[in-house]
C-alpha cells in the first residue's frame, strides 16, 4: 500500500467531517440553510468516499499485508529512558498515529457510509428546525469523534476519542434544550459515560504500567500494536493483585468492559440508552444504532488479545452481554412509545454482540454489527418517517393504518423487522445464527448462556411484530394516523438504500456447520481477529440453527397471534404473571433502584454541602477575608486624624523606635 | 567647672521644661531665654566662646525678641488649657524618655570620642595652639572663609530669601478682604 | 573634661526630647514654633560637645549655621502665624489642620 496515498485518504476521511463541524462553529451558525444542507451530508459522504478508497487499498495487498501504521505527529512525547525513544513506540507518547486494517476500516465504512446517509435523511427531518445549523455542526463532530476513536493506534487517542464521543452524544440527545427531559437525559448519558471512561483510563493506566516485553523488561507504551504484540501467554503481566485467578490481565478486562459497558449501554451502566431517547430520530439511528453504541463492542474486538488472557474477564462479559440482551427483550414487550421498543431492541442485539465477543467470536460479533447498523438505523429512520408524519406521535396504541397510507415506509420497517427478528434469508438471520452457533461453540461446556441467547430470539420477534401490527396494521385509531402520508424523498431514499442492504448484506457470510460458502466478512477481517479456536460438530451446530429459526418464527407466530388475528389476548400476560409485567413495564426498576441509592444520597450530600458547608466555611472564609480587611482598613483609617500633632507624634515615636534598635546593637 | 557645669545645666533643663509646661505663652518665651542663657554658659565650658556669644545676641537677643513681641501682639494673655492625661502624653512622654535613656547609655558607653580629628578643619590633636585656638573668632572665621565657604554663602542666600519672604508674607491684603 | 561629656550628651538629649513633647502636645503654635527652637538648640549643644571633644571646628562652624537657619526660620514662621490670626482663625493646630481625610 502506499503509504502517502494512505495518509491523504486518512486525513481526508478524519479531516472533512472535523472541517464541518469548525467552519459551523466558526461562523457562529449563521450560515446559510442551503450551505449547511450541502456541507454537513456532503462532507460526511465525502469521508465515506475516501473510505471507500481506503477498502479498495486494503484489498489491494494479499491478506496477510492488510495493515498500515501511519504516524501523522507528534503530540506530546515523554518517554524517559525508553527504548531509544523512538516515536510512536515506546514511552508515554500521545502521538497522533493511525491504525488502518480491516477492523478500522469495517467501523470507518459504516460510520461515514450510514453516518452519511443519516445526514441525509436529516436534511428532511430537521428541516424546519430552528436549530438546523446546530444539529448538522454537532452530527459531523460526532462522526469526527467516532472515526479518532476507531482510527487511533495511540492509546491517548483512542480515549480522546471516546471522550468526544460522549461529548457529542450529549449535545445531540440534548439537543431541544429548551426541553427538561431531554437535558436530563442527555446528563445522564453523559454521568454514564463518565463511569465508563473512568474504568477505560484505568484500564490503560494498569496496561501502561504493567506490560512487560519478552525480555522481562517494563515496556511503558501506549501504542496499541506494541500492546498487542506483547500480549502472550506467559508472564508479560506483572502479576500483582493476585485476585481472581488472573491477576492483573483479569483486573485490566474487567476495567476496559466498564469502559464498553458504559458505551454499549449494557447492564448496570444501561439506564441512559432509553432516555436518550429526547434526542431527534436521526441521532437515535446515528448514535444508539449504528456507532456510539458499538463502540464498546469494537473496544472489546480491539482488544481481543487482552480478553483472551483473561478468562475470567472475557466470561464476565460474555455473561453480562446475554443478561442484558434478555432483561432488554423482557423490557420491550411491553413499551408503548416506537422509539423505545426499538432502544431497548438495541440494547439488546449490543448484549447479544457482547456476548459474541465474550465467548471469542470476534468475526461473528462484528458481522451482527454490521448486519445491527444496516437494519436498526433502517428502523429508526422509518420509524421517524411515521413520527414526522403523525405529527410527533410517538405512541403505538395511537397509531395503526399506516401500511396503505405510508406504503414504502411501511415496506422498509418490515424488511428491517424481518431482519432484525431473524427471519431466514434477510440480514439479521445469517449474522445472528452465526454468532449464537459459535456461542454454543466457544462458550462454556454447559451452553446455558446458548439457551438464554435462543429464548431472546423468541422475544425479539415477538416485539418487534407487535409494533408491525399496532403501528402499520389494522385501522388508524386517531385521526392523526389516518391523515399520515408518504414521507418526502430526501427522507424516503436513505430509508430505501438502507432497506436494500438490510435485505442484502447478511450474504456477506455464510457460516454455519460445515456449509460455509461464502466467508467474505470473516475472510475479511481475519488478519485482525483471527479465527475462532473450537467448533462444535456439525450436527450440533445444524441443530442449533434450527432450534434458533424455529423460535424466531415462533415470537413471530405469538406476535400475529395476539395482535394481527386477536386471536390471544394482549393482557395474558399481564394477569396471569403480573409481576413479570411490572418488571417489563418498570423497565426491571434499575432507575428506582439507582435514584434510591445513588441519585438520592448524592442529592443529600450535594445539599448538605450547599446549605451547611458553602455559606459558613467557602463563603465565611470568602466573606470573611473581605470583612477582616474591610475592618482593617477602617481602623487603620482612624490613624489619618489630620491633626498635625497627631502625625508628629507618630514620627517621634517610630524614630526613637529606630534609634533605640540602633543603640541595642551598638551598645 | 563640674559645678559650673551642674548649675547651667539644671537651668537649662528647667528652662526647657517650662516651655513646654506652661500655661501662658509668655512664660513660655521667657523660659526658653533663660535655657539660651544657660546653654550660652554651657558653650563657655566647651571652649566655643564666639559662639556663646553668638548665641546671646542673635538666639536670645533677636530670635526670642521677636518671639515676644509677636506674642505681645497676637495673643498677649493667651492661656491653653492642658489635658494632662491624653493617650498622646502617655505615649509621648515614654518615648522621650526611651530616647533620653537611649542616648545616655550610648554616652556613657562612650561612643565614638576619637582623640584624633577625623574632619578637615581640626588643627591636630592636643597641642597648645590647638588647645587655646579652639573656639577663638579667628579659627571659626578662617575656617568660615576657606573650606566652609560654600555653606557661608548659601546661608547668606537664605537669610536673603527669609527677609524678602518674610516682608512678603506680613504686607497688608486689603483687597482679599 | 572627658568626664562631662556625657552629661553634655544627656542633656542635649532632654532638651531635644522635651522639645518634641512641645511639639506634640501643645496646641498653641507659637508654643510648638518655641519647642522647635529648643530642639535646634539641643543639637547646637551637641555639635559644639563634639566639636570639643574631637578638637575640629567643623562642629561650631555647623553650630552656626543652624543658628543663622533658626533665625530665617523663626522669621518666616512669625510672618504665616501673623498672618494666619489675621485671617481670623483661631491659633489652635488643632483647628488650623486640613490633612484629614
Redesign the interface.
Known sequence: MNPTFTMVLCAVALGLPTVGFLVNVLTAGRLPRRVVTILGPGLVLGSFVATLLLLVELLSQPPAHRGITIFFWQWLNLSVGSAGGAVGHAGFNANFTVRIDPLAVLMMLVITGIGGLIHVYSVGYMAEDPGYNRFFAYMNLFITSMLLLVMSENLIFLIIGWSMVAFASYALIAFWYQRPAAVTAGRKAFITQVIGDVGLVLGSFLIFLNLRGSNGQLLHTVDLQTIFANVGPGPHFHNGLGLLGGGMVTVIGILLFVGAAAKSAQWPLHTWLPDAMEGPTPVSALIHAATMVTAGVYLIARFHPVFQQAPIAAGIVAAVGIGTALMAAIIGCSQFDIKRVIAYSTMSQIGLMIFAVGVGAYSAGMFQFFTHACFKALLFLAAGNVIHALQDEQDIRSMGGLSTRMKLTFAAFLVGSLALAGIPLFAGWFSKEELLSSGLALGPAVPWLWVLGVAVNVLTSFYIFRVVWLAFGGQPVTSGAAAAHEARPVMLIPVLVLAFLAAVVGFLNIDFFGFHPVTVFSSFLQPVLGTPAAHASDGIQALALVVGTLLSLTGLALAWGVYGRKAISPGLISQRLPWLYQLSLRKFYWDEIYTATLVRPTLACAGVVRRAIEPHIFDGLVDGVQEGVTTLAEDL?TM??????D???IF?VCAVIGLVVLGLRLA | ??VI?GIA?VL??LG??G??V?RR?IY??LS?VA??VA?AV??L????Q??AA??II??AG??MV??VF??A???PG?E?R?RPL?L??LV??I???A??AV??R???N?IT??????????????SPQ??DA??QVQ??GE??FT??LL??EV?SL??L???V??VY??RHRRTTR | ????????????????????????????P??V???I??ML?AG??AL??Y????????G??F???V??????????G??????V?RSGRR?D??A??????
Open positions: 483609617r489619618q486624624t489630620g491633626f498635625f500633632r502625625y508628629a507624634l517621634f | 567647672m563640674t557645669f545645666a537649662a533643663f526647657a521644661v516651655v513646654v506652661s505663652t513660655s518665651a526658653l535655657n539660651m546653654l554651657l558653650f565650658l566647651l571652649d566655643a564666639f559662639l553668638v548665641q542673635v538666639y533677636a530670635v521677636l518671639f509677636i506674642i501682639l497676637l495673643a493667651a491653653e492642658l491624653e498622646r502624653v509621648g512622654g518615648a522621650a524618655i530616647f533620653t542616648i545616655g550610648l554616652a556613657l562612650g570620642v576619637t582623640a584624633a580629628g577625623a574632619f578637615h578643619g581640626g588643627f591636630g590633636p592636643f590647638a588647645v579652639h573656639g579659627t571659626l575656617q568660615l573650606t566652609f555653606p557661608f546661608t537664605l537669610l530669601v527669609a527677609a519672604g518674610a508674607l506680613s | 573634661m572627658t568626664g562631662l561629656f556625657p552629661g553634655f550628651l544627656i542633656l542635649s538629649a532632654a532638651m531635644f526630647a522635651l522639645g518634641a513633647l512641645g511639639v506634640m502636645l501643645r496646641r498653641n507659637l508654643v514654633f518655641m519647642s527652637e529648643l538648640n547646637n549643644l559644639i560637645t566639636a570639643r571633644y574631637t578638637h575640629t571646628m567643623a561650631q562652624v553650630a552656626l549655621i543658628i543663622a537657619v533658626a533665625a530665617s526660620e523663626v522669621v518666616v512669625l510672618a504665616l502665624i501673623t498672618g490670626y491659633l493646630i488643632d488650623l489642620s486640613e490633612m484629614r481625610e
